[in-house]
């Protein structure tokens, strides 16, 4: 694993999220850059991500056309042809670093609680509910007065989605991190993967 090469993008990574939280972005991704990115891309990194529409990678990390690339479904569940892009990025643009990216208030994770909760769906009747079953079950059996329950479930799911890909023959060599985005900060943080 070229474990300097992906903890130089982690920290890029981190060092851009700070520039967008203090509203100093160094990229204006306009045509200019779409343009002079357009013969080819060499991505430095991918982030796993949820569909959320004010989730937004490219603008979090402030990274420019060319520099990320970004694989997104509901509650970043590594579903076959998001682990399958996952593998393309690794094996064909030499990807060495994968952020799984969660978010609070996460309205898939949201659905399995709620789901777990009443215990009245049939998980397999709804495929995101089944895939978010685990994390949102242990959560509420987790619960305490001190634990927010969703925040729990998403940790949870991010720190699955972390393990699952590390243990892939196929992203041998690739770094992958799990990470929180605070939609009212804007702040990313490393979730402790421990």
Request: hydrophobic letters at 40%; charged letters at 25%; a negative charge.
């Amino acid at each position: 694993m070229d474990h300097h090469r992906a903890a130089s993008t982690l920290k890029d990574l981190l060092e851009g999220n700070g520039r967008f939280v203090a509203g100093k972005p160094r990229y204006a991704r306009d045509i200019t850059s779409a343009r002079e990115a357009a013969p080819g891309q060499e991505p430095a990194a991918v982030v796993f991500t949820c569909i959320d529409s004010r989730v937004t990678a490219e603008s979090v990390f402030d990274c420019d056309f060319g520099q990320l690339l970004v694989v997104r479904t509901a509650g970043h569940v590594p579903d076959r042809a998001a682990v399958g892009s996952l593998e393309f990025s690794a094996a064909v643009l030499n990807v060495s670093l994968v952020v799984v990216l969660g978010h609070e208030r996460c309205g898939a994770i949201q659905a399995a609680l709620q789901a777990v909760e009443s215990d009245e769906h049939d998980p397999r009747a709804d495929y995101l509910v089944e895939q978010l079953w685990q994390p949102a079950s242990q959560a509420l059996s987790e619960a305490g007065e001190d634990h927010d329950t969703a925040s729990h479930a998403l940790r949870l799911q991010v720190r699955r989605t972390v393990a699952d890909l590390s243990r892939r023959s196929s992203l041998e060599g690739v770094l992958v991190v799990g990470a929180v985005y605070d939609l009212d900060t804007g702040v990313v943080s490393l979730v402790d993967e421990n």
